[in-house]
C-alpha cells in the first residue's frame, strides 16, 4: 500500500476480519460472455432455447436454473440430476469462452488496488461468496488478475444448492479451519452492489458494505441493510476505512 494514504493507522486495524467479496459487477463485469455460456448450457441440457433469462442479483446459477426452466416453459422434477447436467455444461461453455473474457469484460475501477488494501490489514482474510461455480468463478478471477488477493479454498460458490446467506454463514463457521473459532458476525463483512445480496449478509451474520457499481441506489442498498455505501472501489483508503468502521464491534 502506498505511503501516501492517509487514515486509521494500522495499529486500529489490527483486529481479526473476514471480508467477503461478491465477484460479479462489484469486482468485475463479464456479463456478456456469462449469457452466452448460460445460453449454450440451457439449451444443451433442455433441448430448449434460453429465450427469457432472469436477474442475477444475489443468486447462484444453481437457484437460476430452475428459474430459467419456469420462465422458459420447461417442467422438470426439481429434485432432477438435470440441475448438475447443466451445472457442468456450464463450466464447458464458460471455460471455453475465458478467452473472451478481456475483451468482452471488464475490471471495475479501482478494484485491484482496493483488494491489496484490505489484504494489507493485519489479521485479515480476503474471501468471495459467488453466485459462480467455483470453476467459473476462479477463472473469472485468474483473467483479470485477482485471483491472488483471495483465499479460494474457503469460499462460498453457486456450486451448491444453497442461497448466499447459507454461504456466508458456512464460510465464517468453517474459514479458520478444524480447531479455529468461527468468526463472529462483528469480524465479518461482504462487500457487494446488490440489494439481495445486502439482505444475504444480514441473514447469514456479515456486515454489508455497499458499492454503487450495478444498477441498485445507495437508498436502496441502505434500505436493505448496508449501512455503509460507497460510490464505487477508486478511494482504496476508503474501502479499508469502511471495513474498519464495519467492525469495530469486533475490537477488543
Same mark, same amino acid.
Given at each position: 500500500?502506498?505511503?501516501?494514504?492517509?487514515?486509521?493507522?494500522?495499529?486500529?486495524?489490527?483486529?481479526?476480519?473476514?471480508?467477503?467479496?461478491?465477484?460479479?459487477?462489484?469486482?468485475?463485469?463479464?456479463?456478456?460472455?456469462?449469457?452466452?455460456?448460460?445460453?449454450?448450457?440451457?439449451?444443451?441440457?433442455?433441448?430448449?432455447?434460453?429465450?427469457?433469462?432472469?436477474?442475477?442479483?444475489?443468486?447462484?446459477?444453481?437457484?437460476?436454473?430452475?428459474?430459467?426452466?419456469?420462465?422458459?416453459?420447461?417442467?422438470?422434477?426439481?429434485?432432477?440430476?438435470?440441475?448438475?447436467?447443466?451445472?457442468?455444461?456450464?463450466?464447458?461453455?464458460?471455460?471455453?469462452?475465458?478467452?473472451?473474457?478481456?475483451?468482452?469484460?471488464?475490471?471495475?475501477?479501482?478494484? *485491484? /488496488?482496493?483488494?491489496?488494501?484490505?489484504?494489507?490489514? $493485519?489479521?485479515? &482474510?480476503? #474471501?468471495? !461468496?459467488?453466485?459462480? %461455480?467455483?470453476?467459473?468463478?476462479?477463472?473469472?478471477?485468474?483473467?483479470?488478475?485477482?485471483?491472488?488477493?483471495?483465499?479460494?479454498?474457503?469460499?462460498?460458490?453457486?456450486?451448491?444448492?444453497?442461497?448466499?446467506?447459507?454461504?456466508?454463514?458456512?464460510?465464517?463457521?468453517?474459514?479458520?479451519?478444524?480447531?479455529?473459532?468461527?468468526?463472529?458476525?462483528?469480524?465479518?463483512?461482504?462487500?457487494?452492489?446488490?440489494?439481495?445480496?445486502?439482505?444475504?449478509?444480514?441473514?447469514?451474520?456479515?456486515?454489508?458494505?455497499?458499492?454503487?457499481?450495478?444498477?441498485?441506489?445507495?437508498?436502496?442498498?441502505?434500505?436493505?441493510? *448496508? /449501512?455503509?455505501?460507497?460510490?464505487?472501489?477508486?478511494? $482504496?483508503?476508503? &474501502?479499508? #476505512?469502511? !471495513?474498519?468502521?464495519? %467492525?469495530?464491534?469486533?475490537?477488543?
Amino acid at each position: 500500500m502506498e505511503s501516501s494514504l492517509t487514515g486509521p493507522s494500522c495499529e486500529e486495524f489490527a483486529i481479526s476480519r473476514l471480508v467477503l467479496w461478491n465477484i460479479d459487477l462489484t469486482l468485475l463485469d463479464v456479463g456478456q460472455v456469462t449469457r452466452a455460456a448460460y445460453a449454450e448450457a440451457f439449451e444443451k441440457v433442455t433441448g430448449e432455447p434460453l429465450v427469457y433469462l432472469t436477474s442475477a442479483a444475489g443468486r447462484t446459477d444453481s437457484e437460476m436454473f430452475f428459474e430459467f426452466c419456469a420462465r422458459n416453459y420447461v417442467d422438470l422434477d426439481p429434485d432432477t440430476s438435470v440441475l448438475g447436467e447443466f451445472l457442468d455444461a456450464l463450466e464447458e461453455s464458460f471455460g471455453k469462452r475465458s478467452d473472451e473474457l478481456l475483451s468482452k469484460g471488464h475490471v471495475m475501477p479501482g478494484a *485491484a /488496488a482496493s483488494l491489496a488494501a484490505v489484504a494489507s490489514m $493485519p489479521d485479515t &482474510v480476503q #474471501t468471495v !461468496v459467488s453466485g459462480s %461455480t467455483r470453476a467459473n468463478a476462479t477463472t473469472k478471477l485468474v483473467a483479470f488478475g485477482l485471483d491472488a488477493y483471495f483465499d479460494l479454498d474457503i469460499g462460498g460458490f453457486g456450486s451448491v444448492s444453497y442461497p448466499k446467506s447459507s454461504l456466508i454463514q458456512s464460510i465464517r463457521l468453517h474459514a479458520a479451519g478444524e480447531g479455529g473459532r468461527p468468526y463472529t458476525e462483528e469480524e465479518t463483512v461482504f462487500v457487494t452492489d446488490s440489494v439481495p445480496d445486502v439482505r444475504a449478509a444480514t441473514i447469514g451474520g456479515a456486515a454489508p458494505i455497499g458499492v454503487l457499481n450495478g444498477s441498485a441506489t445507495e437508498g436502496q442498498l441502505r434500505d436493505a441493510g *448496508a /449501512a455503509i455505501v460507497l460510490p464505487d472501489l477508486t478511494d $482504496p483508503r476508503a &474501502v479499508m #476505512t469502511a !471495513v474498519h468502521q464495519a %467492525t469495530q464491534g469486533a475490537a477488543r
